[in-house]
């Protein structure tokens, strides 16, 4: 909470006026986890399958996130099962 005041003495008048208001700003905390799974054995030739599951660990009052990108250094991605744009 953010909180100003203010104070003004008028001239040669003795009284003196004053205010106070606070702001308070939601300070929401935005997070993800990402974990990759796959075959654990295989053979040249194979097709391997990998899994990305990537975990919304958000405060409970974050906005909704929504997948910009996704990209993976090893594997060309070719199917996304989210919001995915490529």
């Given at each position: 909470?953010?909180?100003?005041?203010v104070?003004?003495?008028?001239?040669t008048?003795?009284?003196?006026?004053?205010?106070?208001?606070?702001?308070?700003?939601?300070?929401?905390?935005?997070?993800?986890?990402?974990?990759?799974?796959?075959d654990?054995?295989?053979?040249?030739?194979?097709?391997?399958?990998?899994?990305v599951?990537?975990?919304?660990?958000?405060?409970?009052?974050?906005?909704?996130?929504v997948?910009?990108?996704?990209?993976?250094?090893?594997?060309?991605?070719?199917?996304?099962?989210?919001i995915?744009?490529?």
């Amino acid at each position: 909470m953010n909180t100003a005041s203010v104070t003004y003495h008028p001239g040669t008048f003795t009284n003196n006026i004053s205010d106070t208001d606070s702001w308070t700003t939601n300070l929401f905390e935005p997070s993800v986890d990402i974990e990759k799974t796959g075959d654990l054995l295989s053979k040249v030739g194979d097709k391997i399958t990998y899994t990305v599951t990537i975990h919304n660990t958000s405060s409970a009052d974050t906005p909704d996130l929504v997948l910009a990108s996704f990209s993976d250094d090893l594997v060309p991605v070719r199917r996304c099962l989210l919001i995915c744009r490529r």
